[in-house]
């Protein structure tokens, strides 16, 4: 069964400390690992998705990064409106479900 | 278009109860998902249809759930007898057809079952 572990659990940065947070996945053959980010009470927000290891996207203050058993995304001087919930999530060949973890709940203090 | 809609935004019912909620994709986007997410905890996958058929479902989703697409179009979740550990955000998502980048989540239903 797909896994996916999300750490840490719970991060609070001052604004402009630079971070990133891990996904460590297990599947049996990636389609694609997907980050989003989520404010409370909303649905999830896509940010990217990676197919392959060696692989980063970039979005402002955002970089995922993917190898064969994890991914990262960086958060470079963030802001407070950073502060959510980042969710990754994986898809595996053949599948149409998305298989989460729990997320990193980040807080960014001006 | 204004992304994938869902309604109502929150539902509170009485144990026992049936309730349903409704979710209108993106019009071009042929895919719709169902996801159940409790607090502190990423989403789980409910259910998938392609056009109107119902392709996969999860052991999660016990006999007093159904979903339907008639048409293709909207989708309806349906919990019948409705028990406490059903209190949950319900979220609805589409994606075109190689669902390629990203499905399109709605803002969800907030069930609270008393």
Redesign the interface.
Known sequence: EDQVTQSPEALRLQEGESSSLNCSYTVSGLRGLFWYRQDPGKGPEFLFTLYSAGEEKEKERLKATLTKKESFLHITAPKPEDSATYLCAVQADGNNRLAFGKGNQVVVIP | DTG?S?NPRHKITKRGQNVTFRCDPISEHN?L?W?RQTL??????LT?F?NEAQ??K?RLLSDRFSAERPKGSFSTLEIQRTEQGDSAMY?C?SSPRT??????????T?LTVV
């Open positions: 994938v869902q895919r998902y996801y502190g905890q990423g989403p789980e996958f998938y392609q392709l996969e999860s979220l998502a669902g390629e980048h990203g499905y399109t989540f709605g803002s969800g907030r």
